[in-house]
């Protein structure tokens, strides 16, 4: 295998691993929400495109445009983030790292997918009471007057499921690592 090729969470290249049912069942999920996210985002683009153009023409912008982009954005880049975990392709800093063994350096990538399993579960249970609370207080959007706890709410699937993303692939390194890790 090349250096350049492309790993799954498991240090084999994604396509040719055997992936089991649980695997594939997150996979399947963190896509559809990727996707739902990418259409978000397509359609959060549509509507800036028309209030922009309307606002050139002079037929007038979209109302409450801003602050419906600032909602759809945080919704749709969090839909992102599962995906992202599940395949181990998170921004990381590997300089301390990339002169390790690799069975060291899978077991520091392990306790980092805890923490971040551990970070997301905190968040999704935090931005899930955030969004009760929004909602108990009626706070709305000033122009269109779109309740906050909506956009609020709408993170936490996708925080929920990277926690449990992210749990699979330290689950994932345990059992790699007990049946005596992968060949480097």
């Not at 929400?33 to 359609?43: C, E, S, W």
Request: proline share 5%; net charge neutral.
């Amino acid at each position: 295998m090349s250096a350049t090729t492309t790993h799954d969470p498991m240090g084999q290249p994604h396509e040719l691993v055997a992936h089991g049912p649980t695997e594939q069942l997150l996979n399947l999920a963190a896509k559809a929400m990727a996707l739902t996210g990418g259409a978000l985002f397509i359609g959060l683009i549509a509507m800036s495109l028309v209030s922009i153009i309307g606002r050139k023409l002079g037929f007038g912008s979209v109302n409450g445009d801003i602050e419906l982009m600032q909602c759809g954005t945080a919704v749709a880049a969090a839909a992102f983030l599962p995906y992202c975990t599940l395949l181990g392709e998170h921004l990381k800093v590997d300089f301390f790292t990339e002169g390790m063994r690799p069975a060291a350096r899978r077991y520091m990538d392990a306790i980092a997918d805890l923490l971040l399993a551990v970070v997301a579960g905190l968040l999704a249970w935090r931005t899930g009471l955030a969004a009760m609370s929004i909602q108990e207080a009626g706070e709305v959007t000033p122009l269109v007057s779109l309740p906050v706890w909506i956009p609020v709410a709408a993170l936490v699937p996708s925080l929920a499921l990277m926690s449990l993303c992210a749990g699979y692939r330290v689950v994932s390194a345990i059992n790699q690592q007990s049946k005596g890790g992968a060949k480097s």
